[in-house]
């Protein structure tokens, strides 16, 4: 059985920094489309960063200039550069993947880490 594990958030300072790590192990043929996503208490979950497997990106708006997805095809393991945070930026982050590991692709969610950014 695939998973997703997330590793990286923590409390920083307003302006600070934080790199977040997600691995995809077990039986793995191929990691598609990776990305991030967050819910912060009271909101709906929404698109932070996306990356392909050819490292073709996408990011919200309100984190463009700050953060920077990145990926390791090798070991199935996408990251999130996360600078000049802001108390905003406070959430559960959530991985998410694409990665087939049988006749189809499979769309995967880790179970979250939490940011949290004081002011």
């Known amino acids: 059985q695939v998973q997703l594990v997330e590793s990286g958030g923590g409390l920083v300072q307003a302006g600070g920094s934080l790199r977040l790590s997600c691995a995809a192990s077990?039986?793995?043929?191929?990691?598609?489309?990776m990305g991030w996503y967050r819910q912060a208490p009271g909101k709906q979950r929404e698109l932070v960063a996306t990356?392909?497997?050819?490292?073709?990106?996408n990011y919200a708006d309100s984190v463009k200039g700050r953060f920077t997805i990145s990926r390791d095809n090798a070991k199935n393991t996408v990251y999130l550069q996360m600078n000049s945070l802001k108390p905003d930026d406070t959430a559960v982050y959530y991985c998410?993947?694409?990665?087939?590991?049988?006749?189809?692709?499979?769309?995967?969610w880790g179970r979250g880490t939490q940011v949290t950014v004081s002011s």
């Open positions: 077990g039986r793995i043929i191929i990691t598609t489309t």
């Open positions: 990356i392909s497997r050819g490292g073709s990106t």
């Open positions: 998410n993947a694409g990665v087939r590991s049988g006749a189809y692709v499979d769309d995967l």
